[in-house]
């Protein structure tokens, strides 16, 4: 059905992605979509299914299957994006994704988040006061960028000076993901540099902890590596880059699609005012409704039927999570924003054991910070001068930049 590969590369498509989920999961649930060249599930149960069985839906082997797709000579020339994708947390299945996950799950356990609360809320009240309310400004610039990136950078050991070097390299790594298919030379060859900086930089980082321990996530995945076979060189630094980029640049997108949503639902922006202990709540329709990760990829590693089609082993499969927060046989009404809502069965942070490690930090971060700008910005409201410019990303949805007035 070529018309429906065009709903998903359309130029709409990433300002509103759902009136396309919407058709592809009444028109075709399980969809093999030529231009991407990978299964698309839209429907709830079935992204569900594959993000619960590693066996079947692997994690390991996506972006190698992408490299065996360039043509020469970029193929020969990407060996470093082929052994930094070989290994770490989101790249690998059982047994080792179990061990490595076991290395930094304390580092994020909910109540050890909890425990750096004044930390985050000092560090916020410190951003906000440098928000010139009286002028339009850049409430990713100004706010949903530093906030989740200098945190992570602190739980890594990195100064917080360098978040913009990190945030360079982050845009870097996300870009190989963006938009699947044909894979673009130029694309992965820039990915493999900014790669090579970034590991460059941690090696600089690693060797200074090294030098003087501390009491961070780094110092434990080096003791972690030093006491033997429990973490290789190559894991440690793959799993830092991991860290870094997924620790920042989904928390700022899911901060400021959410306040997108209130600023186009004033009324509901205006009772979270008047009731700021409902954010939490409220984070989690955000996620629901306009989620910063759309979706979630899998290679199949043995023929499989799912909802009447043969998925052949080998393939790549595309669960997209904004269609399955979507999905009217799980949400009611599910196109309506509503931070009330009791129907929170999204799966914004993954399902199985990839479910986000973030996930704890990610839902102290946000409310925070919009508590805090609820309260530094009463006439809060869109700046007209400044529309909205979405990404052209079907992996990470944002914007490039959330001009506001205060």
Not at 104 to 118: D, K, N, Q
Not at 277 to 293: G, I, K, N, Q, W
Not at 367 to 390: K, M
């Amino acid at each position: 059905m070529p018309h429906l590969d065009a709903l998903l590369t359309a130029p709409e498509f990433f300002e509103n992605p759902y009136p396309a989920y919407h058709q592809l999961r009444e028109q075709a649930p399980v969809y093999w979509c030529a231009t991407w060249n990978a299964w698309v599930l839209t429907r709830h149960a079935d992204v569900q299914a594959i993000q619960r069985d590693p066996r079947v839906f692997s994690s390991r082997g996506r972006v190698a299957a992408q490299l065996d797709r360039l043509p020469e000579p970029a193929r020969s020339q990407v060996d470093l994006l082929r052994r930094h994708y070989a290994v770490g947390i989101t790249h690998s299945d059982p047994p080792d994704h179990t061990r490595l996950r076991a290395l930094v799950t304390r580092s994020f356990a909910p109540a050890l988040i909890e425990s750096m609360r004044p930390k985050f809320e000092a560090l916020t009240a410190e951003l906000i006061e440098q928000i010139d309310i009286t002028r339009p400004f850049d409430v990713m610039a100004a706010l949903a960028y530093p906030l989740p990136a200098t945190v992570i950078a602190e739980m890594l050991g990195a100064p917080a000076s360098d978040r913009d070097l990190l945030r360079k390299w982050a845009f870097d790594v996300n870009n190989l993901h963006a938009r699947p298919g044909q894979p673009d030379p130029d694309i992965f060859l820039a990915t493999q540099r900014g790669l090579a900086d970034f590991r460059a930089y941690l090696a600089d980082l690693i060797a200074e902890h090294q030098r003087h321990p501390r009491n961070d996530v780094l110092s434990a995945l080096i003791e972690a590596r030093d006491q033997g076979d429990r973490l290789s060189e190559e894991e440690l630094v793959s799993s830092c880059v991991t860290l870094f980029v997924a620790g920042h640049e989904t928390t700022t997108h899911a901060l400021c699609n959410g306040l997108i949503a209130l600023l186009r639902h004033p009324d509901q922006l205006e009772r979270l005012r008047a009731a700021p202990e409902r954010l939490p709540l409220a984070f989690e329709e955000m996620l629901r409704y306009d989620t910063s990760v759309q979706r979630s990829a899998r290679r199949i590693t043995e023929d499989v039927e799912i909802g009447g089609q043969r998925l052949r082993a080998g393939q790549i499969v595309l669960g997209m999570i904004g269609a399955a927060n979507r999905d009217p046989a799980v949400f009611s009404e599910p196109d309506r924003f509503n931070p009330d809502r009791a129907d929170l069965k999204h799966t914004s942070f993954g399902y199985g054991i990839h479910f986000c490690l973030g996930a704890p930090l990610a839902r102290m971060e946000a409310p925070i910070a919009l508590r805090a700008l609820l309260t530094r910005a009463p006439g809060l409201a869109f700046d007209v001068s400044h529309p909205l410019q979405w990404r052209r990303d079907v992996a990470l949805r944002g914007v490039d930049a959330l001009w506001v007035t205060g």
